[in-house]
């Protein structure tokens, strides 16, 4: 008898310890977070020769060609580092090698250009232009990337993970990445759509759009950390996500701005890896952008004073310069260059 | 006696029967005649074909099927009713026939709507777009459009299909696939959107009366306009009659008339319901029936973008805009 008293006071005692450490381990990561330093930034809008509408994607390729992808207007443009127009690539269309409504783009160490759009295809094109083939996908995507060994990584998340991994040749090889629960039938799709950044050893790093946790899986597809985005904006929108998920929504999502017929806040819109720098960063929906070291551990929030542009999707130029683009308004320059 | 008059009865009826299945069977071989082959139910898809002379009957509804001669290309927007929407499209429809109609560009709006309520649409806004009553839905058939009726194609005069798309496309992606096509060259310097800043003279405006009644300009001086622009037409209604609400009713020091325009994507008749419902005056509430420039944006949907106030002075210039909060 004494011995079981003895035990449930034992229990009780390390309960009250696990519950207390807990809230000091809770409390220190608010602090953490709210630690997370500002750096004020400015933007220098790059001239273009052409016109651009809608701009979702902009990649660095090999020498150190400037690649866009021009959503609106249904065609990817590759710029000399110094802005001249080099070429187009494809123009809007439905049949092979046109584009309708690109969604996103990828570019190989060759300098090729992938590009998934609303027809759900996949489509190579050489850096010349020349279009070479694709292949269809299933069910809803909007992310794509590829890897050193010629695979194209689609997210998914309606096939059961988070990227589904194909050959060249559209051949399915693997996936990975645990979706997120709390989410069911649609919502599930959009609960799960992220971003992603290949880098030069295939380690992927991923943004997830609505829910601002970010993610780091080595080349077998191995899941290495796991970090969310610090701050008070994503933490109540992530907040907002989950508790709603449980029971109030009938989507299993707050219902809160609309996008594509869901509706759901977006957190974060893309990310990108900086190898040379170790710095990762992610754009977010306030205008700021979230940085990031390799290991995801928090460093700066670079914030814009007076403005509520947002951007898309960043790049590192050849010198070194970091490069946004804005839905709506183009491509701009990240002033000072260096600003952590 | 009553036996021969069930038996009478019973021949009559498997004469009916008999009568019905060789109807039915008539109508499945006519129209698969007419249809020619079809993999799917689903919408035809960009290389699909029609059959020429199909088409050309089809066209007959209308007395149009000598438009496959001289034209080289048909742009079709099937369109159910007389909406703000279908207007929109039929606009922009007329605009694309006048740049394009030499260039061997026919653009038809096709239509399963009320005649009468089509007629009045085309009296009131004096259309000029060729419009199709497909009455017998031979159109709908062939083309495989879906029930909702909504669809766009392109198609050559040959009957290939170059672009397919359910709904009514943006102006820009239709405009640049005509261009591909018809004129051979896309031109992407246009833009289709006006940018308006503080101190631009803001025209007046083509709207609607939430309530109904004919489209009129609505010449803005010395008022706020609260603009609403969202992608999702159906949704958060409540919540922004409830914003619009607190807006009129709040004490905000400005002695200007506040006028809530609602953009032409907002169904008409859940507008009506919704404030109705909320008990919201319809007065000075309005329905726009064409674009407001970049305010008028459908992807703008991230918080504070989809409603804005616009601030504007006696001389009708843009004084101040103010992005609010969308509703939770």
């Keep these: 008898m004494m011995t079981l008293q003895r035990k449930f006071l034992s229990l009780f005692l390390i309960q009250i310890v696990a519950a207390w450490g807990a809230t000091q381990a809770g409390e220190k990561k608010l602090q953490a977070s709210s630690e997370v330093g500002e750096t004020p930034l400015r933007m220098r809008q790059v001239e273009l020769d052409t016109a651009t509408d809608r701009v979702r994607r902009i990649f660095v390729g090999p020498n150190s060609n400037i690649y866009l992808l021009d959503s609106g207007n249904n065609r ?54 020349k279009f070479y083939g694709g292949f269809k996908y299933r069910g809803e995507c909007l992310a794509i990337a590829v890897n050193g060994r010629g695979e194209y990584l689609l997210n998914q998340p309606e096939l059961g993970s988070l990227i589904s991994v194909y050959g060249p040749n559209g051949d399915y090889r693997r996936s990975f990445g645990a979706l997120k629960t709390g989410a069911t039938g649609r919502s599930k799709a959009v609960a799960n759509r992220v971003h992603m950044s290949v880098t030069g050893h295939d380690d992927v790093y991923i943004s997830f759009d609505h829910l601002g946790v970010l993610q780091k899986y080595d080349s077998s597809g191995r899941l290495q950390w796991e970090e969310a985005i610090p701050g008070e904006q994503a933490e109540k929108l992530r907040n907002i996500f989950w508790s709603d998920a449980a029971d109030k929504s009938k989507y299993g999502i707050v219902l809160t701005t609309s996008y594509t017929g869901i509706p759901a806040f977006v957190v974060s819109f893309t990310t990108f890896f900086d190898e040379s720098h170790d710095r990762l960063y992610v754009p977010l929906n306030d205008g700021s952008i979230y940085v990031a070291d390799g290991r995801g551990k928090a460093l700066r929030f670079l914030k814009q004073s007076g403005s509520r542009d947002f951007y898309n999707s960043i790049a590192v130029d050849s010198s070194g310069k970091l490069l946004v683009t804005s839905v709506w308004k183009g491509v701009f320059l990240i002033m000072p260059a260096r600003p952590v | 006696m009553i036996d021969r008059v069930l038996s009478t009865l019973l021949t009559l009826l498997s004469l009916i029967a008999v009568g019905l299945l060789a109807h039915n069977y008539y109508l499945s071989r006519s129209l698969s005649q007419t249809v020619g082959v079809i993999r799917s139910e689903s919408p035809l898809e960009y290389g699909d074909r029609v059959n020429q002379n199909a088409l050309q009957r089809a066209l007959d509804q209308g007395g149009y099927s000598d438009q496959l001669n001289s034209h080289r290309y048909l742009l079709l927007y099937f369109l159910p009713s007389a909406d703000f929407q279908d207007l929109k499209s039929i606009k922009y429809g007329e605009l694309l026939l006048q740049r394009y109609e030499d260039g061997g560009l026919q653009v038809f709006a096709v239509t399963n709507g009320q005649p009468a309520e089509i007629a009045g649409m085309v009296k009131n806004e004096s259309l000029t777009l060729p419009i199709l009553f497909d009455k017998d839905g031979l159109l709908k058939l062939l083309l495989r459009v879906p029930d909702h009726y909504r669809h766009t194609y392109l198609m050559s005069a040959a009957g290939e299909i170059v672009f397919s798309i359910t709904g009514a496309p943006q102006e820009d992606t239709i405009r640049q696939i005509v261009e591909k096509h018809v004129a051979g060259k896309i031109d992407y310097s246009e833009r289709t959107a006006e940018v308006y800043r503080v101190g631009d003279k803001l025209p007046a405006i083509r709207v609607i009366q939430v309530a109904g009644g004919p489209t009129r300009e609505l010449a803005l001086h010395d008022c706020e306009v609260v603009f609403v622009s969202a992608r999702c037409t159906s949704c958060q209604l409540h919540g922004y009659v409830q914003r619009y609400r607190e807006l009129t009713t709040s004490n905000s020091g400005s002695a200007k008339t506040r006028i809530l325009v609602f953009s032409q994507r907002f169904p008409q008749r859940e507008l009506v319901e919704d404030l109705t419902k909320g008990r919201v005056p319809l007065e000075h509430i309005y329905i726009a029936r064409q674009t407001l420039g970049d305010f008028d944006n459908e992807y703008r949907t991230k918080t504070g973008a989809s409603i804005v106030m616009i601030g504007i002075n006696q001389e009708g210039r843009i004084e101040k805009v103010t992005p609010l909060d969308a509703p939770n």
Excluded: C, H
Aim: glycine share 12%; net charge negative.
């Design chain 1, 76 to 129: 990817v443009l590759i710029f000399s580092p110094t802005w001249k127009l080099l070429r187009q690539i494809s123009e809007i269309g439905q049949g092979p090698g046109a584009l309708f409504d690109p969604y996103d783009m990828a570019v190989d160490r060759g300098g090729n250009v992938y590009v998934i759009d609303s027809k759900q295809r996949v489509q190579g094109f050489s850096a010349e232009g």
